[in-house]
């Protein structure tokens, strides 16, 4: 069992950045990878960002490719999501997601919360 707690998120204006945090429990966080989710009202969940156990692989959607960032620190139990130029289509409520290994756009088992981002024009 894994717990995700995330923070960081908030209002923001066009432009402007924001860095999200995820802090996992447990000893074996490095046995899993970790994604960035999105929601937006009335769309479905996609996949942001997603990186793999060890940080050497990472995916990025392509509408965030070039702003958004994502790192962890398994000393920390933590995965970030560093999102600059934020644009209003970026409103979302953002989630921590992690997964055992395999690819990272499969299917994800363990989530957080959520954490909303509101980006105005």
């Known amino acids: 069992q894994v717990q995700l707690v995330e923070s960081g998120g908030g209002l923001v204006q066009a432009g402007g950045s924001l860095r999200l945090s995820c802090a996992a429990s447990?000893?074996?966080?490095?046995?899993?990878?970790m994604g960035w989710f999105r929601q937006a009202p009335g769309k479905e969940r996609e996949l942001v960002a997603a990186?793999?156990?060890?940080?050497?692989?990472?995916y990025y959607r392509d509408s965030v490719k070039g702003r958004f960032t994502i790192s962890r620190d398994n000393a920390k139990n933590s995965v970030y999501l560093q999102m600059n130029s934020l644009k209003t289509e970026d409103t979302a409520v953002y989630y921590c997601?992690?997964?055992?290994?395999?690819?990272?756009?499969?299917?994800?088992?363990?989530w957080g919360q959520g954490t909303q981002v509101t980006v105005s024009s």
């Open positions: 997601a992690s997964r055992g290994p395999g690819r990272l756009t499969d299917e994800y088992e363990y």
């Open positions: 447990g000893r074996t966080f490095s046995r899993y990878a």
């Open positions: 990186i793999s156990l060890n940080g050497g692989s990472r």
